[in-house]
Structure formats: C-alpha cells, structure tokens
C-alpha cells in the first residue's frame, strides 16, 4: 500500500514540477531530490514484501544494494524535510538576506551534503547485510558475517543514529523555524495569514504524530538492549512494526503533503484536471481570479512588509 501510494503521489508530483514548473528554483530542486529519496525509499517496499511473504528469493547482490537504498531514501527523505523547512524559514524570517543567497548553487550543494551524510549513514547496511541458508525460514537476508557482539554494537548504533540525527535534531530544527515563521505571520497585517498559522500547525503536528512514535520504540530498543541481556520483548517489537509503518507512510506521502498544501500548486493541479475534464475550466478560471484579487488585497494591506517580501513570504509559507 505504502509503494502503491508512494509511486503515485510523488509521479504526480514530478509530472506537476515538470509541466509547470521551473527546476532553477531553489524550492523545486529541494523538492525534486525530496521526491527522488521517497521514490528509492518506496521501491525497496516491494522486495521487503515479498520477503516477509516466503524468503529471499533476489540474491546475494540485491540483498546488500535493496536495504542500502532502503536506508538512503528513509534517511535523506527526513534530511530534504529539514532543509525544506529551514529554506522556508530563511525565506520568511530573513527575505532581504535570503534573497541574495537563495540561489541554484546553494540549493544544489545543500543537497550534495544531504546525499553524502545519508550514503555515509547507510554504509553499514552495505557491509552488514548478507544472505543465509536456513532450514526452517530458507534464505534470509539478514545481519550476518560477524560475531553476536559487533553485530549488537552496530545495531545500538544505528538506533541511536536513527533517534538523534535523524528525529531529534530535525524535530528541534523544524519546531524553531516554524515557531518563527509563526511569529513572523502574526506580526504583519496579511489576510492569509490565519490560513498559513493553521497550515503550519497541521504541518508540525503531522510531522510529530508521525516521527515521535517510531522514535521513541527505537530509543527503547536501544536501552532494552544496552541493559538487558534478555531478548526484546514480543510488545516492544509489535509496537516497533506499527509505529514503523507510520513513519514510512509519512515518508511516502510528504513531497504531495507539503505540495498541495500550497495555492500555486493547487492551481496547477486543477489546471491538469480541467485538460482533461472539460467542465472544470470554468472552476479553474474562477478559483484563479479570486486567488488573483486575495493576493492584490493582501499585499495592499501589509504596511508592514515590502509588496515583494509579503509576496514571497506567502509563496513559502501557503
């Protein structure tokens, strides 16, 4: 469900970015390398499934490369979130600064370093990772090659790579910067800014009731196993499947939730429908006036903002 949902929300995605947008901007290079990490995250679902049904049936080879990609798309997918959210503040909090600096090379090498830290952070699922034979389950794919005790190290490390690089860093990055942008909204005169509060709420509490469950099995699993000699306990694993699947379908459906939340691709959205189904051109063209004439409004009454500034701040924000 997760891949089918996946494939295609961020196809939709890439096909919205591609026919309507511009791929120079800062904004849809973070979220075109956003859809590419969900996409390899996504395509790994597929093998895992199968896996689970019956055995490893794919080989050696794709036993390292499938958990690798698995790895890298999880863990770049919740980076390009982070680096979405501090760009947006920066283009909210900071406009006149941001401005000069919000360009292509920025947006490019910022993705550069959220590549190589997920590669780097995923290493250990390449090394790690291996085929057996087993007579009971038949071929696994699995930890394997090393003693029981390097084996638990590595494992307590990636649970404690996964709970603070990958959850509380960004949680404490994402809750300032929106807390600002919050600020920054309720401190100017613009009619939409009721809307952008509440779309920001919806974003942070989305992202906490997602993230925060997982996180903290991962952080138990990882005391239980430093301070217990005994094996997990079936609750705590049970609880590790379900609130796993949460956080993989957040990451499945983040490139379309942060999307179409947003007027302008909304827009493009109901354009690409009216293509196609001919009575909605009507719907389009009025929705599209009205826009027009609240943003007019708007920018009219932001005495405390430049036009440009208010403009481009309910670009990043709506």
């Not at 009731?209 to 079936?234: F, G, Q």
Request: positive net charge; glycine residues 2%; hydrophobic residues 45%.
């Amino acid at each position: 469900m997760n891949f089918i949902i996946s494939v295609l929300g961020n196809g939709l995605v890439l096909y919205i970015i591609y026919k309507y947008e511009k791929l120079t901007t800062v904004t849809n290079i973070f979220l075109l390398n956003l859809v590419i990490s969900d996409l390899l995250f996504a395509c790994s679902l597929p093998f895992e499934a199968v896996y689970h049904a019956s055995e490893w049936i794919f080989g050696r080879a794709m036993c390292k490369l499938v958990h690798s990609l698995f790895s890298v798309g999880f863990y770049s997918s919740i980076l390009f979130l982070t680096l979405m959210t501090f760009d947006r503040y920066l283009a909210v909090v900071h406009a006149v600064t941001a401005a000069k600096q919000r360009r292509k090379a920025y947006a490019i090498s910022s993705s550069v370093v959220v590549w190589v830290v997920s590669v780097a952070s995923s290493v250990k699922e390449l090394i790690l990772h291996d085929t057996s034979r087993d007579p009971k389950y038949g071929e696994l794919c699995e930890d394997f090659g090393y003693n029981q005790d390097t084996l638990t190290k590595w494992q307590l490390f990636g649970y404690y790579q996964q709970f603070f690089l990958f959850f509380l860093i960004p949680l404490v990055i994402v809750l300032y910067c929106y807390v600002r942008i919050t600020v920054r909204i309720l401190d100017t005169r613009i009619k939409e800014k009721c809307r952008a509060v509440k779309l920001i709420f919806v974003i942070v509490l989305t992202f906490f009731i997602c993230w925060t469950p997982y996180n903290i099995i991962i952080l138990l699993k990882a005391l239980e196993m430093s301070y217990s000699t005994e094996c997990s306990s079936d609750s705590l694993d049970y609880a590790h499947f379900i609130t796993r699947n949460l956080a993989f379908l957040y990451c499945c459906i983040c490139p379309v939730f942060y999307t179409f939340v947003g007027k302008k691709f909304q827009n493009h959205f109901r354009n690409m429908l009216a293509r196609h189904i001919p009575c909605l051109k009507v719907s389009v063209v009025t929705t599209r006036s009205t826009s027009q004439m609240s943003r007019t409004t708007s920018c009219k009454n932001a005495h405390m903002l430049t036009q440009k500034t208010s403009f481009r701040m309910l670009q990043s924000v709506s």
